[in-house]
């Protein structure tokens, strides 16, 4: 059973930085493709960032490039969502997504994720 816990979402001024951790257990998630996606009110979850575990190759939202950083610690198997210069349109609800390599379908897709994490709110006040 895999499972995904976030933590380090708050509240945080217009240029701050936050740090999210996702816990990944269950699996042995070398073979997995991981990311974050985030969601507002009314709106569909929207890819912001994505890493594949093996090799730590990355890929980011036009919308976050240059402030996010996607990374992952194997010893803790934890991913990371490192968010510097952050805006007020960075506010959301941030989901970690795990799913296999081998999945056929678009990895910047969030319906081709199988695997969740809870959320974990993120405000940037203006």
């Known amino acids: 059973q895999v499972q995904l816990v976030e933590s380090g979402g708050g509240l945080v001024q217009a240029g701050g930085s936050l740090r999210l951790s996702c816990a990944a257990s269950?699996?042995?998630?070398?073979?997995?493709?991981m990311a974050w996606f985030r969601q507002t009110p009314g709106k569909e979850r929207e890819f912001v960032a994505r890493?594949?575990?093996?090799?730590?190759?990355?890929s980011y939202a036009d919308s976050v490039k240059g402030r996010f950083t996607i990374s992952r610690d194997n010893a803790k198997n934890t991913v990371y969502l490192q968010m510097n210069s952050l805006k007020p349109e960075d506010t959301a609800v941030y989901y970690c997504?795990?799913?296999?390599?081998?999945?056929?379908?678009?990895?910047?897709?969030?319906?081709?994720?199988?695997?969740w994490g809870q959320g974990t709110q993120v405000t940037g006040s203006s």
């Open positions: 997504a795990a799913r296999p390599l081998v999945y056929s379908g678009s990895g910047y897709a969030a319906v081709n994720y199988p695997y």
């Open positions: 269950g699996r042995t998630f070398s073979s997995y493709l």
């Open positions: 890493i594949t575990w093996n090799d730590g190759i990355t």
